[in-house]
């Protein structure tokens, strides 16, 4: 198993809302290369006490799908934290779980979006064909910046 | 002066999308408000069809919350349809549901105290919106927000351990559960090496306790008077001695005084309750069909719990019970922002409930599944974080569901909610002009004491704004405030 270091990869998501679940299939697929599975954390949203659990990291990248269009299929963005407060318990932005995680634990994690493109978000589960090409390009292309 | 409408919309902190609108007179004094839940999913439509043993697992769906609670009012229900009921569950099983369910519970009083009520508390109503947020909390008071974490995820591991995930996994099954627990998971909890312990949780609930109770001497007045109501409160207490009971006991009412107006088996509730329906609310009415329709709406939560229930089986929420009861001398208590301090005495009861259990061998044994003559009809009921919640289900020859019914917290809370609403609109918003951020936060956290969950309540999906506006008599629209 490939252990990556002081690194969370945290995929966000549902994979019964068709390509929702890019986040996950990001994982899925990381896991098959041998990644060590404690490195790869699945949810369908971030809550407040995703501020503990990054507090514990180096690097954070938290993968989701997106449904704006992205030139290349996917981006990777860098991440900062964000005082402004959009709070619902039901799930919390990444920018606001970072600050949680600077003001409760004084931790400031490297922290990236992976945003994936997709299409279909109907009650189904599967990736649609151009959705799984952007999937595999951001594989790619987080395979050559990571290893 | 032509009468007005105030509406707020939306309503915030609390889980789901509300709007309320406040009628004004010719005088401009309070003529009545209502909080609207314009939300609809329907989920009690779409189980139709479903094999009865899906159940457990669909209907958790309804809530992020308090998924646990869907899933164990589901699979009481489900077990009768099996022919098994709640007594003739093994041991071990209902042990592992109850410790599942305190977990839940644990978990969602303490996302309510920390990240939803403390913000009003530790900042006053006057505060700046941006201000009264889990955010500021943890730069004001970053050991609080700590703890509040950490409080919340000790319950949500609880909820892992036994469930498989942290949402919407799965301990349940027809007639009893399909796991048990392990030596080693008990460590997990009991030792602190990992996650502070059990006795930690326990500690923390003793300490917010304090901070509640010295909150309350400081602000008696106002606590004391705001959205102060009378009205009738509604729990499950232990069939044979009448203490607090989360997961099974008897459905009893009072009213304001504390005199008994109902004391029956769970699953005769269809014969003492109707729904009402209003043209405004997606969100239904229950009440005691005995009293009617004015007179028979209930309170539910920890409010109405500790109102309803002669005693705590813990010993260190005993003693907290019992300083709360002395400060209406017994009698029951009736007002609405007393609820956060009932809630933080559940929250000690559940993490003491919780030691018990780990410290109780039966949670290791293999008796995990009973069978009995199947039926076609099963009603479970059980005290969610937020008050009653029952589930019926009834089935064909083939085992799909031809019928369910869900009454859940929120809305046995429909009616009580309303009245909080007006109250307090009659008490700040008469003569004024328009409505102020104070004005706002007070009507919002009239609801919010109750810790409502709309998405539950009317089975929709998503966080919960609120939206106020201001009427006149005419219906036209004179102020509104959206936050």
């Known amino acids: ?26 994982l899925d697929s990381l896991e098959k290369e041998g990644i060590n599975t404690e490195n790869l954390v699945y949810k369908y949203q971030l809550l407040v006490e995703d501020a503990d659990l990054i507090s514990e990291y180096e690097t954070i990248f938290f993968v989701d799908a997106n449904k704006i269009l992205l030139k290349e299929g996917f981006s990777i963005e860098q991440l900062y934290p964000s005082e402004k407060v959009n709070f619902s318990t039901h799930s919390v932005p990444p920018n606001q779980i970072l600050n949680l995680c600077e003001t409760i634990y004084l931790k400031k994690p490297k922290a990236y979006v992976v945003k994936i493109q997709g299409y279909n978000w109907d009650f189904e589960i599967g990736l649609t064909k151009q959705a799984n090409i952007n999937l595999k390009k951001s594989l790619k292309y987080f395979r050559e910046i990571n290893f | 002066m032509n009468p007005k409408k105030i509406i707020i919309d939306p309503v915030t902190r609390v889980e789901g999308h509300g709007k309320v609108t406040v009628k004004l007179d010719e005088n401009n004094k309070v003529k009545d408000a209502y909080l609207h839940v314009v939300e609809f999913r329907g989920f009690e439509k779409f189980i139709q069809g479903h094999p009865y043993w899906e159940v457990p697992i669909i209907v958790q769906r309804l809530c992020g919350i308090c998924p646990v609670s869907h899933h164990l009012a589901a699979a009481k229900a489900i077990d009768q349809l099996v022919g098994v009921d709640p007594e003739n569950l093994s041991i071990t099983a209902t042990k592992l549901r109850k410790l599942l369910h305190y977990g839940q519970v644990f978990q969602s009083h303490a996302l309510h105290f920390f990240y939803l009520a403390s913000p009003d508390l530790l900042f006053g109503i006057d505060a700046p919106a941006e201000k009264r947020n889990i955010v500021a909390v943890a730069a004001n008071n970053r050991e609080l927000a700590k703890k509040g974490i950490l409080m919340r995820k000790f319950g949500q591991e609880i909820i892992t351990t036994l469930s498989g995930k942290k949402i919407h996994g799965t301990l349940a099954v027809p007639g009893g559960v399909h796991k048990s627990f392990t030596s080693k998971q008990f460590e997990y909890f009991l030792d602190g090496k990992q996650i502070p312990s059990i006795d930690s949780m326990i500690a923390w609930s003793k300490e917010v306790i304090d901070f509640m109770k010295s909150y309350h001497f400081k602000n008696s007045e106002w606590v004391d008077n705001f959205v102060n109501y009378p009205s009738n409160h509604l729990g499950l207490v232990d069939k044979k001695t009448g203490a607090l009971e989360l997961y099974d006991g008897n459905i009893r009412s009072i009213d304001y005084e504390g005199n008994e107006l109902l004391n029956i088996e769970d699953i005769e509730y269809r014969n003492h309750f109707k729904e009402a ?79 018990e259990l780990l410290l109780d061998e039966d949670i290791l044994g293999d008796d995990l599944v009973r069978k009995g003559t199947p039926r076609t009809k099963g009603i479970g009921v059980i005290e969610a974080p937020r008050g009653t919640l029952i589930h019926e289900y009834h089935i064909d020859d083939e085992g799909l569901i031809t019928k369910c019914n869900l009454i859940v917290s929120t809305t046995f809370n429909n009616e009580a909610i309303n009245r909080g609403v007006r109250t307090v609109s009659k008490d700040i918003l008469n003569n004024q002009p328009e409505i102020t951020e104070t004005m706002l936060n007070q009507i919002e956290m009239a609801i919010r004491a109750y810790d409502p969950c709309l998405s539950c309540a009317t089975h929709a999906l998503g966080e919960m704004p609120l939206i106020v506006q201001l009427e006149d008599n005419q219906g036209n629209l004179i102020h509104e405030k959206i936050r």
């Not at chain 2, 920890?302 to 400060?327: D, G, M, V, W």
């Open chain 1, 1 to 26: 198993m490939k252990k990556l270091d002081k690194t969370l990869i945290i995929g966000i998501g549902n994979n019964t809302r068709q390509d929702d679940g890019l986040g996950w299939c990001f």
């Open chain 2, 277 to 355: 329906v209003e043209p405004w609310s997606y969100m239904k009415f229950p009440y005691m069909t005995k009293y009617g329709r004015e007179n028979g709406w209930n309170r539910v939560g920890p409010l109405a719990r500790l109102n309803t229930c002669s005693h705590i089986t813990t010993p260190l929420a005993e003693i907290e019970r019992q300083i709360f009861k002395a400060y209406t001398k017994n009698k029951p208590n009736n007002m609405t922002m007393y609820t956060h301090w009932a809630r933080l005495i559940e929250l000690l009861h559940c993490a003491e409930s919780i030691k």
